[in-house]
């Protein structure tokens, strides 16, 4: 197959990977915003029911952009996870992993980036960029303002702890969450599930990008994938750069997770009791303090 096949071929699959969800409640998926997606407005006095999201908008530079919000019961201050979708045109709200977050007492927002899903307006969308050129990994770097916006957007909720956020991400969500790492601002840890799992062996550029923010990452990086992805070698690489550098890094490639590599890329799908889970809160623990159990 050829090299500017290959990404053609992968990325029907990942796209349903990535948008998989275990059943929960949750707000609807259409790419416009809509008040009947809203929860209660985050300056209530009112309780929020604490799976159904609330649908915010943010700023990042000159871009509006919008987002789902999940907060748990109770006026906080609690610690808080941006979490980056990947290359789904429609990210919607993504649900699983509220269940999981929520219930362990975590603010869950969920921004959708430049040209994705309820941001689709504000810029163009990723997957019409050859996953094989360079402008591939220039526009990631440039959707990580967006990331970077994100988090100081919860950072400014009253009930959110500016000393505890997070930021996760899955596929080219977690390639957007090694460059939050390398940023810094705002965050203590950041998490990668499968970042660069379908790009790696087809754009040179975006690896050696990807290298040299795992040097510099200025934060905690926890790399995750199943043994059944499309390519376990970035979470090999990339940590293996953050160790060389010095810093502090955890890698984990679980054993397989289904029977085909789309079941493999999904590991990172959240529920109540993700087969990850009790690993990542005891890394945000290690990393936030937060009582994570």
């Not at 505890?164 to 090694?178: H, K, M, P």
């Amino acid at each position: 197959m050829k090299r500017g096949c290959l990404f053609a071929f992968l990325l029907g699959p990942c796209l349903a990977a990535c948008s998989k969800s275990p059943p929960s409640a949750g707000a609807s998926t259409a790419s416009k915003p809509s008040t009947s997606a809203l929860a209660t407005p985050s300056g209530s006095t009112s309780t929020p029911d604490p799976f159904t999201p609330e649908l915010v908008t943010f700023t990042s530079g000159s871009l509006t952009l919008h987002g789902f919000l999940f907060r748990p019961a109770g006026p906080g201050p609690f610690p808080a996870i941006v979490f980056n979708h990947g290359s789904e045109k429609l990210p919607g709200a993504k649900n699983g992993q509220a269940l999981f977050y929520v219930n362990h007492g975590f603010v869950l927002f969920v921004p959708h980036r430049r040209g994705h899903g309820r941001s689709s307006d504000a810029g163009a969308y990723i997957g019409d960029t050859p996953a094989t050129s360079p402008a591939f990994s220039d526009a990631l770097v440039a959707q990580s303002d967006d990331v970077m916006a994100a988090v100081a957007y919860v950072a400014s909720l009253p009930y959110v702890d500016t000393k505890r956020v997070a930021v996760s991400g899955c596929s080219l969500g977690g390639i957007e969450s090694l460059f939050a790492a390398e940023r810094g601002t705002g965050i203590v840890a950041a998490i990668d599930f499968a970042g660069a799992a379908a790009t790696w062996a087809i754009n040179p550029t975006l690896q050696e990008r990807m290298k040299s923010a795992a040097r510099n990452a200025r934060v905690p990086v926890f790399f995750l994938q199943a043994e059944n992805d499309y390519d376990t070698t970035p979470s090999r690489v990339l940590s293996d750069e953050i160790k060389k550098a010095g810093k502090r890094v955890r890698v984990h490639v679980f054993p397989p997770n289904g029977t085909t590599h789309e079941d493999g890329h999904a590991f990172c799908i959240g529920g109540g009791r993700p087969p990850w889970g009790n690993e990542v809160l005891a890394f945000l623990e290690e990393t936030m303090g937060t009582a994570a159990h």
